[in-house]
Nanobody, 122 residues
């Protein structure tokens, strides 16, 4: 397993939750890392991405100002800190890695991790 997401669970609307993504040295030594999510009955969608050095981030408009992505290359781990959660944030969240931010955003993913379910109750 190249990437493994964890930290999902049930949270009330307005609450917070943090996801973790554990990966390999190969990935965290060279790739853009990010998160996608797939809501029930919908396609997978880009959520956030972070550059190798962590100095550049990108977010989908639906999560801007509420979600923060970060990475710790020494620990081969990425994080997604989610605040002010809404029921529409309910989805399976996948950790992903790619070559460039643009490729990540359009779904050209090198590695997909196993997802973790986030459920936001109203």
């Amino acid at each position: 397993v190249q990437l493994q997401a964890s930290g999902g669970g049930l949270v009330q609307a307005g609450g917070s939750l943090s996801l973790s993504c554990a990966g390999t040295e190969l990935i965290f030594g060279g790739d853009i890392v990010g998160w996608f999510r797939q809501a029930p009955g919908k396609e997978r969608k880009f959520v956030a991405g972070i550059s190798l050095g962590g100095d550049t981030t990108a977010y989908d408009d639906s999560v801007k100002g509420r979600f923060t992505i970060s990475r710790d290359n020494a620990e081969n781990t990425a994080y997604l800190h989610m605040h002010s959660l809404k029921p529409e944030d309910t989805a399976v969240y996948y950790c992903v890695a790619g070559t460039t931010m643009w490729q990540l955003r359009v779904g050209r993913i090198r590695y997909w991790g196993k997802g973790t379910l986030v459920t936001v109750s109203s």
